[in-house]
């Protein structure tokens, strides 16, 4: 559920692709923030401050928290593994705006989730463990297609983390596209380095920024970004002025990606048909998997059958069953008698994909 912290309505955006996707999720109840106990204590006289200071506390929640029912706590665990992020129980203790100063003063350590678990971001990240120049070409390659990215938790032997904050939230599935996209201009294997969201449907979760670092060989160092004075309020007043990206923009290249992609799976298809076809041996030669878009049904793979299609029918694109290997297939419309042979299959197939 879409869960704002600072209690403003979604964005037109949202609403639209929201609606789309189930019209019960909006209105939702919006938990207040306990903005009274939540007061971050920094010792600063002035009120002007005070008010800026606070006002960029709330924007830094604002930004990070794509939802308040999750969030999980990085404790020490000292296994041969070192140390991982435990998981704190749902709704028990929700995001709050103490929690956050808790986490600013050092007390606890919040790492947040990277969508809001209906498949969309208020932000997207890379995470470099490495010593290397990964984080640093990605950030090249943003700027230069007109981005802001932010660099934070920079430390001796390991580059940190860089966080594309965007005005409105965007579909999980895109900013995969996007990541695809920028490190390909980057020229860098994508596996690499991590980039969240992870996924469109599983949790994942970062650190939040200017928190401490749990890991012993940390030496409790923060997570600051670059560019602002080493303190709180600093880098929370800095944060707040810095631009948010277009998530518009984001989208437009993500299309573009996907069009690349659904290109290039068309091409290896039909260079595959075309081997396919030089060699005129059994049906078994043929890699069926990849010339369809199938799923995985039980101990089988459905699929919708090109022959059934031609003739408009196999709408729910299931008479086309498949062997788990991939190497048997038949259509079962007209039950045992085959109405569709499977070499007809094959030939409408490469017919489809000349
Ligand atoms: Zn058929």
Redesign the pocket.
Known sequence: MWQSPDNSSPPQHLMTLMTQHDATIFPCVIPQMEEAQGELALDDSNDARKRTLSKSFSGFISAFINRTDVWFQQAVYRDKFGCFCKKVANGADPVSRRLIVNHLSGDITVCVPATNGEGLAKWCAWDSDLDSDHLARIAAVLVAIGFHPLKEGRREGREGHMWLMLDVPAPAADLLLFNRLVCSYAEIDRNALEFFPKSVNKLSQLRLPLGVHRKPEANHQRGWFDGAPKSIAEQLIWFAAQPKNSTERVQRLANAQRIAEANALRQARKKRVRRFANRVGSLEAIDILSLVDARRVGDEFYAQ?????A?GH?RHAD??RISADGKKFC????GPAA??KSRE?VRILSKENR
Do not use: K, Y
Not at 305 to 309: E, S, T, W
């Open positions: 059958c090109p022959a059934c299609a003739e196999d008479n086309l259509c079962v419309f007209g109405t569709h299959i």
